[in-house]
């Protein structure tokens, strides 16, 4: 059984509330524009690191990550990317990607727009985090947890961090 933390677009911030809600995870996967290299290293000192780099991150960045990721972990099979869309609107692409590595999670960022929702013509699971980072419109930056226990996901929860000066959901 692992626990993961999922998050994308931090924009090079970091939040020490990453820490406390990553603090028991067994993996952080973090979908792109991470932003600085800072940020990459303090996520990879909570828990082991699987990043890709998006639009906004450098050469150091695509070096050390690149830009699409297809990994296992107990049991299921997950693909990476930043720029992916969703089901019924996915990137160029990346339809065929799927189709071709057949993950059971799909996660990508991009949008800043929190989106979970289960593809039923490619049988994955589209995880989109939304936005960790302060860039950005977004009201509430939010993180995903969720359980992967021998090939079954569960326990998938959202968590809402405010951007600084609102309250924890949203208000001024």
């Given at each position: 059984?692992?626990?993961?933390?999922?998050?994308?677009?931090?924009?090079?911030?970091?939040?020490?509330?990453?820490?406390?809600?990553?603090?028991?995870?067994?993996?952080?996967?973090?979908?792109?524009?991470?932003?600085?290299?800072?940020?990459?290293?303090?996520?990879?000192?909570?828990?082991?690191?699987?990043?890709?780099?998006?639009?906004?991150?450098?050469?150091?960045?695509?070096?050390?990550?690149?830009?699409?990721?297809?990994?296992?972990?107990?049991?299921?099979?997950?693909?990476m990317t930043h720029i992916g869309g969703y089901p019924g609107k996915y990137a160029p692409g990346v339809k065929f990607k799927l189709e071709?590595?057949?993950?059971?999670?799909?996660?990508?960022?991009?949008?800043?727009?929190?989106?979970?929702?289960?593809?039923?013509?490619?049988?994955?699971?589209?995880?989109?985090?939304?936005?960790?980072?302060?860039?950005?419109?977004?009201?509430?930056?939010?993180?995903?947890r969720l359980t992967i226990d021998n090939g079954d996901i569960k326990d998938l929860e959202v968590i809402e961090l405010a951007k600084p000066?609102?309250?924890?959901?949203?208000?001024?």
């Open positions: 059984m692992k626990t993961i933390g999922i998050l994308s677009d931090t924009h090079g911030c970091w939040d020490e509330r990453f820490s406390r809600h990553f603090a028991q995870c067994d993996e952080i996967w973090l979908a792109g524009d991470i932003g600085s290299e800072e940020v990459a290293d303090k996520l990879e000192a909570i828990a082991p690191l699987r990043a890709v780099a998006g639009n906004i991150d450098g050469m150091v960045l695509r070096r050390r990550f690149g830009v699409w990721r297809d990994f296992e972990t107990d049991g299921v099979r997950v693909s071709t590595k057949r993950p059971q999670i799909f996660v990508a960022g991009h949008s800043h727009i929190l989106k979970v929702m289960y593809d039923r013509e490619l049988q994955v699971l589209h995880i989109n985090p939304g936005a960790a980072g302060v860039y950005g419109w977004q009201a509430v930056r939010t993180l995903i000066g609102l309250d924890e959901i949203g208000r001024k």
